[in-house]
């Protein structure tokens, strides 16, 4: 499967435990995207890299939240202290034509998280 | 904030056409027109986008209005697995533009 690929699938923590989830996106995209998505709401951008800088991060995103893309290809997105309001799915896209108009993501099929 | 407004629901009977409305009266000239699926469980997936021209490719055509204040998203001969929630968005192609993915359609194809 040469899709985006996201690890775990599903994370079940403690509230006040750190959590960490894995994107791998396609192969040769520069552009990768992590969003997050709450029951009967649309996704929400958390941020994005381009190649390994990370150039935009939402108000979102709150000190807990880290991530990073070190080479380049895969990226982390780390969560500190967990809240029970952090429970979501969180989403991975990738895209391969930066700046262009005809930008498509290709989306994994999201990490679950619940925080108990 | 999205900047389209979407029905919330919308049924369909197996083998019609599904006709999939979005308003986006605020629409600039430099803004596209995007059509996303999401099936339960899964990440959202890349149907069709446009700017002013009618599009179709092998999942579905798009109708922009003249006017590009509303466009419909439509799939000709829907199936079961057409079941999914279908999010339109406006998008500009200068710089960084993210997707905005408001509340979307849930389409329900049934038998």
């Known amino acids: 499967d040469t899709g985006v690929s996201q690890d775990p699938r599903h994370k079940i923590t403690k509230r006040g435990q750190n959590v960490t989830f894995r994107c791998d996106p396609i192969s040769e995209h520069n552009r990768l995207y992590w969003y997050r998505q709450t029951l009967g709401q649309g996704p929400e951008f958390l941020t994005y890299f381009q190649n390994e800088a990370q150039l935009e991060k939402s108000r979102l995103l709150s000190d807990r939240f880290s991530a990073e893309r070190p080479k380049g290809s895969f990226s982390t997105l780390e969560i500190q202290r967990t809240e029970q309001g952090d429970s979501a799915m969180y989403l991975c896209?990738?895209?391969?034509?930066?700046?262009?108009?005809?930008?498509?993501?290709?989306f994994g099929s999201g990490t679950q998280l619940s925080v108990l | 904030d999205a900047k389209t407004t979407q029905p919330t629901s919308m049924d369909c009977a197996e083998g019609r056409a599904a006709n999939l409305p979005c308003n986006h009266s605020?629409?600039?000239?430099?803004?596209?027109v995007y059509w996303y699926r999401q099936i339960h469980s899964q990440g959202p997936q890349y149907i069709i986008h446009?700017?002013?021209n009618n599009e179709t490719n092998e999942m579905a055509s798009l109708i922009i209005t003249e006017d590009r204040k509303s466009s419909t998203l439509i799939l000709p001969h829907a199936t079961l697995r057409d079941t999914a929630v279908y999010y339109c968005?406006?998008?500009?192609?200068?710089?960084?533009?993210?997707?905005?993915f408001g509340t979307g359609t849930r389409l329900l194809v049934s038998p």
């Open positions: 896209a990738s895209s391969p034509t930066p700046g262009q108009p005809n930008e498509k993501l290709f």
């Open positions: 968005i406006v998008k500009g192609n200068t710089g960084f533009q993210k997707l905005v």
């Open positions: 605020t629409i600039s000239g430099n803004e596209y």
């Open positions: 446009g700017l002013k």
